[in-house]
C-alpha cells in the first residue's frame, strides 16, 4: 500500500521560506514521476513542480526560480523548496506519484493529504 504523507507547512511574510516534504511508503520515486500540486477552495489543482524517473525537472511558469523540487538520496522522500514567497502562492499543497514507469504526462495514482502554506502580506 502506498502512501503519501505531506508536512513542512506553515505560515510566513511575504519573500519568505519554507520546505515541503513529501514522506512515502510503498513507493520508491526513482521509479515514478512525483510532483506537487497546490490548490485553492474552489480552485483547480495546479501542478507546481515535477521530477521524473530520470531525474529531470519541470516547474509552472508562476514559480520559476523561486522553486525548487528535489529528492533524497533514497529516493523515498520528495522536497518542495519555496523562496521568494508570494501571497498567491498560499494554497493547500499536496505530493503525488504515478505508479511505476509512467511518465509525468500521465495520471498521478497516488497523492497525500496535504498541507497548507499561507503567506501574509
Known amino acids: 500500500q502506498v502512501q503519501l504523507v505531506e508536512s513542512g507547512g506553515g505560515s510566513v511574510q511575504t519573500g519568505g521560506s519554507l520546505r515541503l516534504s513529501c514522506a512515502s511508503s510503498g513507493i520508491i520515486f526513482s521509479d515514478s514521476c512525483t510532483a506537487w500540486f497546490r490548490q485553492l477552495p474552489g480552485n483547480q489543482r495546479e501542478r507546481v513542480a515535477s521530477?521524473?524517473?530520470?531525474?529531470?525537472?519541470t516547474y509552472a511558469d508562476s514559480v520559476k526560480g523561486r522553486f525548487t523540487v528535489s529528492q533524497d538520496v533514497s529516493k523515498i522522500t520528495l522536497y518542495l523548496s519555496m523562496d521568494s514567497l508570494k501571497p498567491e502562492d498560499a494554497a493547500m499543497y499536496y505530493c503525488?506519484?504515478?505508479?511505476?514507469?509512467?511518465?509525468?504526462?500521465?495520471?498521478?495514482?497516488?497523492w497525500g493529504q496535504g498541507t497548507q502554506v499561507t503567506v501574509s502580506s
Open positions: 503525488a506519484a504515478t505508479r511505476r514507469w509512467r511518465a509525468c504526462d500521465s495520471d498521478f495514482a497516488y
Open positions: 521530477i521524473d524517473a530520470y531525474g529531470m525537472t
